[in-house]
């Protein structure tokens, strides 16, 4: 019998059963009693995992889609900004923003590195008159597997730009590790459905500061779908201003209790622990990670090179075909030359073990000679028996 591949790719990630059974049900109308039930359920949840007091928008768009909503309704054609780039998707800031008209400056890292809070103070000491209407951040890479310090990051910007907007890009860091829009005095956050909310793709987050809904009432061009002031309002109702994706909302009510019961700090951990395991996972195996210093690594991704002589595609392909495993490869640039273990979302050390042995079996196979279990051990080593599951796992495993 055909199992379900294994999604070990930095989402969309695997779905826990409650979430599954939840959106498979009969259709609900979006303007039904029963909905808005749902809605008045999860809007408090959404601001309890982005740590803030403030509504949270919910687009029925994929992460890119509250990337451009979050310039499109606070600057304004013509503003400049200053996009922090370590990778393909921090430089989406930069394309969006031009996209919009605005004037965009980068200052760019290697791949595989962060921007330092030294780095970036000495940059903005230099531009202390540069009148920055936002500063654009990432906090998880996923092109890289990078995690930047951005709390560290953030208080450097405020020293010379107090009132400058900060805005931040949180799709494959929100629920994989600490966040909180309004104790770290961010402007506005993304996030996505399809990463640590454990849903498919979709859904769209964005939560916001006073300073930011402030911009929005001098914003001149907010554009019709993502207007900040629609959403505040059809929100307030416990409703959204336009059909959104009923399906995906219900799966949402149900992940962020799965996470509420589970606690952020236990969430935080786990992933912790998986990008720990994994990572000593891979070097154990002889293959080098990508993010060469470990207090980068993202807590949602690993990434690595494949050993010399061997493809990516051969141990990618490998992986799917004799354990129904998917792993990513690198995107762009990197594709064929890095690929890129997930750990985000609905997983635990099960999965991680898993495709940690297979990656081994795989690797054997195609002539790069492993030590009989040296990554799994090491990842073992390397979890310091913390055990972790979901409490979708924990649910199924207890029935
Ligand atoms: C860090 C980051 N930013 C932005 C995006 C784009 O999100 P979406 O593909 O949901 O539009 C992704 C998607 O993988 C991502 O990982």
Redesign the pocket.
Known sequence: MKKADLLMI??PTPLPEPVREVMGRPAIGHRSAEFKEVLKRVFPKLQWIFGSKNQVFLYTA????A?EASMSNTLNPGDRVLALVNGV?SH?WAEIAKTLGLQVETLDVPHGEAHTPAMLQEYLEARKETDYKAVLL?H???YTGVLSPIRQLVSVIRQTHPQTLIIL?A??SLGATEFSLDEWDIDVAVS?S??GFMLP?GL?FLALSERAWQAHQHCQQPGYYFNFTRYQKAQLENTTPYTPATPQILGLDVALTLMQEEGLEAIIRRHQTLSRMTRAGVKAMGLEPFVREDALASPSVTSFLPPAGISVDAVRSGLKKRFGIVIADGQKELKGKIMRIGHLGHVSEREVLTTLSALEAVLTELGHAVPTGAGVAAAIEASQNTHTQTPAQKAVSHA
């Open positions: 930095p989402g994929s992460g890119t889609g990337m998707f989406r990432n998880s890479e996923t890009d799709i494959t996505g399809q990463k793709p769209s």
